[in-house]
């Protein structure tokens, strides 16, 4: 994503959060972002689809955190599935997102409606697998109904928090105390045999939203466009970084081990630099391809 585009959306973001979704116009982001309209449609087809963008690199942003903080630590670690839960929170706080979240449940249309549904599926989906990471095996029967009911309660806590206090709720708590929660449930639903999703429904009702995995040399193509981009501001150590990338994926076999070890140190060497947005849009790329190798 060049800046350009990056400005627009920030642009867009701002205005369908102080003026509403359904009453901002594209021409409202076109005067604000001092564009032409062809500039706009070369970025986005519609205003559905801008809004798409910016969810989807929420979305990203997520995913990025949520893979590094995995980084060497072992997937069955409670407390990291509590941080991990807790980023998605804390992302959508920091962008503000909340309200373009309100204003698409509210606008009537489908489309945006459906990509929202689809992430949530993705959210269980995530969910379900980590538990079966932190409690083991015999939970996956019981997996998918429990990642309902945690996102479940922690809504409805959400939700009566907001009614009775203008604090700000301290997410890691909520998260530890729903946590503790499932803890008693899960047990009780193995000792009883009690299911009520099948264990894969998220992945059938979400399989034709899947997104398109990129090839190595789909890949390789990204970051040697991204290396012949950088000017001569760019820190040498960051340059660094994207040739090591590059190196490994070149390999016949990259080493999952060795992307893992550079690829959060290539997205924070960008941090603050012009080119940050397009680095940590690589790191996702970097990442999926990581755990579609896994």
Not at 7 to 12: D, P
Not at 130 to 135: K, S, T
Not at 216 to 240: H, I, N, S, V
Request: charged fraction near 25%; aromatic fraction near 10%.
């Amino acid at each position: 994503m060049n800046e350009r585009k990056r400005q627009v959306l920030l642009t867009a973001q701002r205005l369908f959060i102080n003026k509403g979704f359904s009453t901002t116009s594209v021409q409202d982001i076109l005067d604000e972002s001092r564009i032409s309209k062809g500039t706009f449609y070369n970025y986005f087809s519609s205003k559905n689809e801008c809004l798409i963008a910016i969810l989807e690199h929420a979305r990203n942003e997520a995913s990025v955190r949520r893979r590094e903080l995995l980084i060497g630590q072992d997937l069955s670690d409670k407390n990291i599935l509590i941080e991990q839960i807790s980023i998605r929170m804390h992302v959508n706080r920091e962008q503000n997102l909340l309200p373009i979240y309100e204003a698409v449940f509210h606008s009537g249309d489908d489309d945006l409606k459906t990509f929202i549904k689809n992430m949530f599926l993705a959210e269980f989906s995530w969910l379900s697998k980590r538990l079966v990471d932190v409690y083991g095996k015999e939970v996956a029967p019981h997996a998918a109904d429990c990642a309902v009911m945690f996102f479940g309660m922690m809504q409805q806590l959400l939700h009566v928090w907001s009614a009775v206090s203008k604090e700000e709720i301290d997410t890691s708590k909520l998260v530890s105390f729903v946590m503790r929660k499932i803890d008693s449930i899960i047990s009780g639903m193995i000792d009883a045999n009690d299911i009520f999703l099948h264990e894969d429904v998220f992945h059938k009702l979400n399989s034709d939203q899947g997104e398109e995995m990129e090839t190595k040399a789909q890949l390789l193509e990204r970051l040697t466009g991204f290396l012949e981009l950088l000017g001569e501001e760019t820190r040498p150590a960051a340059k660094q970084y994207v040739q090591f990338l590059l190196d490994e994926l070149r390999t016949e076999c990259p080493r999952v081990f060795v992307l893992e070890s550079v690829v959060r140190s290539f997205r924070e060497a960008f941090v603050g630099l012009s080119h940050e947005p397009e680095a940590h849009e690589l790191a996702y790329k970097v990442w999926s391809y990581v755990d579609s190798k896994g």
